[in-house]
């Protein structure tokens, strides 16, 4: 197993870490008990066992992360895969990345993401984390059509989890 060591984004200029293996249970873990760290817990929009988080962290000195874990999911099948937003409406939604999901139901990714991004994040912009079971060539489509209209990807999928960002860099 590697284990890579990421911090949290936290409210002063500490900084909290944590170890976390593939799936990033150990650093979802932390950051639910840490109310200076910038996350979302993700819950079903309409009930369900399906659950995870998204914490915002550091990997290194440089590099800006969204990390994702969910559990309780159904696998995805051929052309297919789980997509994670940063979320305000339908119509200003960003996508951050998308995974496939095996038959264990459980979700572990991390994202790089640009620092500009968690100014949109501080500032309200995108306020919510959004996971979307999604149909890949359903996605492309959305892609061309806002190619053609000079416009960002409109949201897509069916949504499983959502959650509000709170922590320090969140806009209250």
């Not at 932390?30 to 988080?53: C, R």
């Not at 190619?147 to 709170?166: A, D, F, M, Q």
């Amino acid at each position: 197993m590697v284990l890579i060591a990421i911090a949290v984004f936290s409210g002063g200029s500490d900084s909290n870490s944590d170890s976390a293996g593939a799936s990033g249970s150990s650093t979802a873990a932390a950051a639910a008990e840490n109310d200076k760290v910038t996350q979302a817990v993700l819950e079903p929009p309409d009930g369900g066992d399906a659950s995870g988080s998204a914490v915002f962290g550091r990997v290194g000195k440089e590099e800006i992360v969204l990390q994702v874990t969910g559990e309780g999911l159904e696998p995805t099948d051929e052309g297919q895969s789980y997509t994670i937003w940063l979320y305000r409406t339908p119509k200003l939604s960003l996508r951050v990345g998308s995974v496939p999901v095996g038959h264990e139901g459980r979700l572990g990714a991390r994202f790089a993401i640009p620092a500009e991004l968690l100014a949109y994040v501080a500032s309200g912009a995108f306020n919510q984390v959004y996971v979307s079971r999604t149909e890949n060539a359903a996605y492309q489509r959305e892609v061309a059509r806002a190619k053609e209209n000079k416009s960002l990807p409109r949201y897509t999928g069916e949504t499983v989890l959502t959650g509000e960002i709170t922590g320090p860099i969140a806009k209250k």
